[in-house]
Nanobody
Framework: QVQLVESGGGLVQAGGSLRLSCAAS????????MGWFRQAPGKEREFVAA?????????YYAVSVKGRFIISRSNAKNTVYLQMNSLTPEDTAVYYC?????????????????WGPGTQVTVSS
């Protein structure tokens, strides 16, 4: 069982940056691939970024955030991060952290077993 808690969301102006954190419980954090998803009002949950387990050699990004967002992890701290730069109002959403019971990443929400409650990110124009 893994419990996830996101933090770092808030209100930021367009062009600004935010760093989301996701703290995970459990002693096997390093063996889980981790992902970030987001859901805007009236829209389906969408993939944002993912990072592989263990050595975290694999990272994947949605086209809409590639070059602006960076996903990273600290297995020593049981934490995964999402650095978000050059934010636009289209990035406004609730951001969710998710853990997958595999070291390999997935871009599909159904591929993740554990989810955090989410953190709101609002980008003003």
């Amino acid at each position: 069982q893994v419990q996830l808690v996101e933090s770092g969301g808030g209100l930021v102006q367009a062009g600004g940056s935010l760093r989301l954190s996701c703290a995970a419980s459990g002693r096997t954090f390093g063996s889980y691939a981790m992902g970030w998803f987001r859901q805007a009002p009236g829209k389906e949950r969408e993939f944002v970024a993912a990072i592989g387990g263990r050595t975290a050699g694999s990272t994947y990004y949605a086209v809409s955030v590639k070059g602006r967002f960076i996903i990273s992890r600290s297995n020593a701290k049981n934490t995964v991060y999402l650095q978000m730069n050059s934010l636009t109002p289209e990035d406004t959403a609730v951001y969710y952290c998710a853990a997958r019971s595999s070291v390999g990443v997935s871009t599909i929400a159904n591929g993740y077993v554990y989810w955090g409650p989410g953190t709101q990110v609002t980008v003003s124009s």
